[in-house]
């Protein structure tokens, strides 16, 4: 079974970074397509970015705008989430998700594609 536990969260003032970390047990990450959501009060839960298993490849979405970078240190079996430039419209609780599946770049969006989630960590941008 796989476990996913993200931390780095906190409370950043507008134009600010942070970087949040997703702690994975049970399988080597090297094994697993990552992602990260995200869930604003009121809102529905949205796709933020993705790295492909095999590839290594990154996607993000739209309002990223080069602001987010995905990564992994296989090595420490943990992915992450850089944020730069952060808004207060980047306020939300951040989850860390990962998936079996080597799936096409159209349906990493869908949170349907990961199997395995983690809690989720509060990021809160001030204006």
């Known amino acids: 079974q796989v476990q996913l536990v993200e931390s780095g969260g906190g409370l950043v003032q507008a134009g600010g970074s942070l970087r949040l970390s997703c702690a994975a047990s049970g399988r080597t990450f090297s094994t697993l397509t990552m992602a990260w959501f995200r869930q604003a009060p009121g809102k529905l839960r949205e796709f933020v970015a993705a790295m492909k298993k095999n590839s290594g490849t990154t996607y993000a979405a739209d309002f990223v705008k080069g602001r987010f970078t995905v990564s992994k240190n296989n090595a420490k079996n943990t992915g992450y989430l850089q944020m730069a430039g952060l808004e207060p419209e980047d306020t939300a609780v951040y989850y860390c998700?990962?998936?079996?599946?080597?799936?096409?770049?159209?349906?990493?969006?869908?949170?349907?594609?990961?199997?395995?989630w983690g809690q989720g960590t509060q990021v809160t941008v001030s204006s």
């Open positions: 998700a990962a998936g079996s599946g080597n799936p096409i770049s159209g349906v990493l969006r869908f949170a349907s594609t990961y199997e395995y």
